[in-house]
């Protein structure tokens, strides 16, 4: 899977050569990905904040370089956001204004910024707080602000400074809880977190992917993946002993990290996407059809023979029937499922919204598009984003094939459609005010 940020030897230092020149980090490596929300850690000191600033492009390294996408990082990346500990947000503006600020910055249209900082506000928790000013807010509704400006622009990567630590620690765990719900529901528009902390157990509550930074210089002592499910209990005893564990990291520069954090923990739990048999919808449609007049079930040698297949052309169609809960397959006979005998005695526009709920239900790959759609304000999303996320699970070519069986079926539940011109996604009731290829910045 390709990196959205990469750090390649970066290190930082203040002074002058020869003048007492003091390394606060030393060359590390370090990579952030789609899909994940990525937790820093480190003593006081270790230069998590300077990591950050220079991964965002608002520091330059001493040395090394960061790679944005292929491109090094010159200046501010433009696609990233931060919430500070401080919230940073202007007194004089009201709640709206706070977070239209950004887009105001970038030339989006008064009627536009309105609208999009009114939905993020709406998204976070604060609906009816739009003419409020800063000094009427208590601290967790101004971060929940803070939350709202940084993603009214749609960043790519969410950045956070340690977000939560100005705040008592009730309205903290109520915060994370939402920024948690926000994210696995997709309602986030941003495809990755990147969160520096210095509370372990927030770190074990939030992160996909945990580093853990030493000091004097800072360096990376570990980098792992967090196997627990979501929700975590604090009480799990996976819970605590990778908080034991991360606590001597830090405590002990001398001990050197396990390979394993906790040698009982399962491995990492990656987000499942099946694989999409590559069968047409029309093919689908008529193996229900034969089922039903078949009294519901028969021999997929007959069935193949009736269809006129090979037995390996009527696996996929088969396969996909069972995806989408319309058929079951036993012992090598195929019996039609009564969602699948619904669908084979629907007329076409019902056969549309059968096969559109039973896509979301059962496809991973096509509710993940249909939602990551619905979070963005123009609805349309580069097709790159999706193949990234297939590139951990399949082979390139297959990445492409499973995308194009995803597209067709999308299409025919009318839930998104794809412009390969533009190589985008939008959704359908975007399509006549989809911009021309030419118009379309690649």
Known sequence: MHAIIEARKVEKSYGAEGDGLIQVIAPMDLAIYPGEILAVLGPSGSGKS???????????????????????????????????????????????????????????PAAERTERSTKILDTVGLDGFENAYPKELSGGMKQRVGFARALVVEPEVLFM????????VLTAENLRGELLELWQSH??????????????????????????????????????????ERPRDRKDARFTNLVDYIYRVLTRPDLAPA?????????????????????????????????????????????????S????????????????????????????TAAGRAFAEADILRRKELFRTAALENI?????????????ADHTLPDGVFED????????EEAKSQLETAIGWGRYAELFDHDSDTRRFFLPEEAAAAPPPEAVSH
């Open 50 to 108: 300077t990591l950050l600033r220079m991964l965002t492009g608002l520091a330059r390294p001493s040395g090394g370089e960061v790679i944005h996408h292929g491109h090094e990082v010159g200046g501010p990346c433009e696609n990233v956001s931060i919430v500070f500990q401080s919230f940073a947000l202007f007194p004089w503006l009201t709640v709206l204004e706070n977070v239209a600020a950004p887009l105001k910055a970038r030339g989006v």
């Open 259 to 307: 390979l394993q954090p906790v040698p009982a923990m399962a491995p990492r739990a990656k987000p499942k996407y099946q694989m999409l048999p590559h069968a047409r919808r029309g093919a689908i449609a008529g193996l229900l059809e034969m089922l039903a007049d078949h009294n519901g079930r028969d021999d997929m040698y007959r069935l193949a023979a009736a269809l």
């Open 309 to 336: 297949f090979e037995i390996d052309d009527l696996l996929p169609v088969v396969d996909g029937a069972v995806l989408l809960g319309f058929a079951k397959l036993e012992e090598g006979d195929v019996e039609i």
């Open 187 to 228: 309602k986030m528009p941003t495809r990755a977190v990147f969160v520096v902390t210095h509370n372990i157990e927030e770190a074990v509550l939030l992160a996909d992917r945990i580093i853990v930074l030493g000091k004097n210089p800072a360096t990376i002592r570990t980098d792992f993946q967090v196997a627990l």
């Open 389 to 396: 996320l297939l590139d951990e699970h399949f082979s390139e």
């Open 364 to 376: 991973a790959l096509i509710r993940e598009i249909t939602r990551s759609l619905e979070a963005r």
């Open 161 to 168: 400074d340690e977000p939560f630590s100005a705040l008592d």
